[in-house]
């Protein structure tokens, strides 16, 4: 990413806030109300967060997927209601000073730690805020029910950015205080928050950051949603209000590097047999899997296809000087000369979901490698977006430990 004296216009602006947590003093283990971002949560992990804890906040951001048949309000209605119900009880209080929060998270082999703020939002042009994938409309109307409905960002987008000293040297500081949480999450992660109200050093790390340009890591969906939610106040009148920022985890790339993994995809209602490769792609190696599970892709320029039975390895067209990613050949090229449609496609972030979704569907798995970083930022620079779920930036956070409510900012 590009050095503050690089590229002069960039103004990420992070604005404090009083963030919505869960009582301590009211839930024994604020780990089991934690999950997972909503778009990895498979049906069984879902149902697993659900007998966990009755307040797993689950039940707020996945309200379609855990609402009562029977029930007489629209699940995104009912969902608001059960805040605005555990708010009332003080089972989610709000800090009585708006501030920045560090989140540090991890577990024995990967530590990550950043701020959480209130992010402004810029036009997609602006330079500040980068995306890299395109996203799926019915996905951003759903988190934006949710959002509109509850009133609150419940779930961070998580940017990176590269290299800041002052912020680094801050973010060093709290930790050396006793954490506002410190759990543990069901599956094995540990996670603490602290939080800065001193102006002084919140008016540094601001400033430190102004400069930087970030990148969408993960959550290019709600961006998106942010986006419209601030052109529909727009669009009937309304002034500055919370809607012009948005909740985001901001992480030093530099300090503490993510790993991007592949997002891989499965085709329902196809045998593997009847896939014929188009000019420039090439079936390079064939073998049965009798009970093994498939490999994954062993460089770029490969893709894994399988039906569970047969295992078999497709080599990619060279792309020539331009970054051109596996995702990119395989949503241009290969998909449509498949003839597959976006209604037959799924995006698993594991091989063993990608494989069930296969079987279910009476499909294949393709299974890719992932994008590098510098690709995903050279891509993001110019302007290009990748197919929408390209990457998988992890580890990723949990959701349910800082939430921001915008009637606490009017």
Request: glycine share 6%; charged share 25%.
């Amino acid at each position: 990413m590009a050095e503050p004296d690089a590229h002069p216009t960039p103004k990420l602006r992070l604005r404090p806030f009083a963030a919505m947590r869960f009582n301590p003093a009211l839930v024994d283990d604020i780990g089991k109300v934690t999950c997972p971002p909503y778009d990895v949560m498979d049906r069984a992990m879902i149902e697993d967060l659900l007998a966990s804890h009755p307040r797993n906040i689950v039940r707020l951001i996945l309200p379609r997927l855990v609402h009562e048949p029977l029930a007489a309000d629209d699940p995104y209605i009912a969902a608001a209601k059960r805040l605005a119900r555990w708010r009332r009880q003080t089972t989610l209080l709000t800090d009585s000073e708006p501030g920045l929060y560090v989140y540090e998270y991890g577990d024995a082999a990967h530590r990550v730690c950043g701020i959480v703020a209130a992010v402004e939002l810029h036009k997609p042009d602006s330079g500040v805020i980068l995306p890299h994938e395109g996203v799926i409309p019915a996905i951003v109307a759903d988190r934006l029910a949710m959002m509109v409905a509850a009133r609150a960002n419940l779930e961070p987008i998580l940017l990176v950015y590269d290299g800041d000293e002052t912020a680094s040297a801050c973010i060093a500081s709290a930790r050396e205080r006793p954490p506002l949480t410190d759990v543990v999450a069901s599956d094995g992660t540990y996670h603490r928050v602290w939080s800065i109200t001193d102006p002084a050093t919140m008016r540094l790390i601001r400033t430190a950051l102004k400069p930087h340009q970030a990148l969408i890591a993960d959550g290019h969906h709600r961006y998106a949603m942010y986006q419209q939610l601030r052109r529909r106040h727009r669009s009937i009148g309304d002034g500055p209000g919370p809607w012009d920022r948005g909740l985001a985890l901001i992480i030093d790339q530099s300090v503490f590097p993510l790993q991007l993994g592949a997002i891989h995809r499965s085709i329902a209602e196809v045998s593997l047999a009847a896939l014929r490769p188009p000019p420039g792609f090439e079936w390079v190696e064939s073998r049965r899997l009798d009970g093994r599970v498939p490999r994954l892709p062993r460089r770029s320029g490969e893709l894994v296809v399988t039906d569970g039975v047969l295992e078999q390895t497709l080599r990619l067209p060279a792309s020539g000087g331009d970054v051109v990613t596996d995702v990119e050949q395989l949503h241009e090229g290969l998909l449509p000369a498949w003839s597959v449609t976006d209604d037959r496609l799924g995006y698993h972030h594991t091989v063993p979901q990608t494989l069930h979704s296969a079987h279910q569907e009476g499909g294949v798995a393709i299974l890719l490698h992932p994008t590098t970083v510098a690709d995903v930022m050279t891509i993001a620079r110019s302007g290009k977006i990748m197919p929408h779920k390209s990457t998988s930036f992890g580890p990723k956070p949990r959701m349910g430990l800082v939430m921001r409510a915008f009637d606490d900012e009017s």
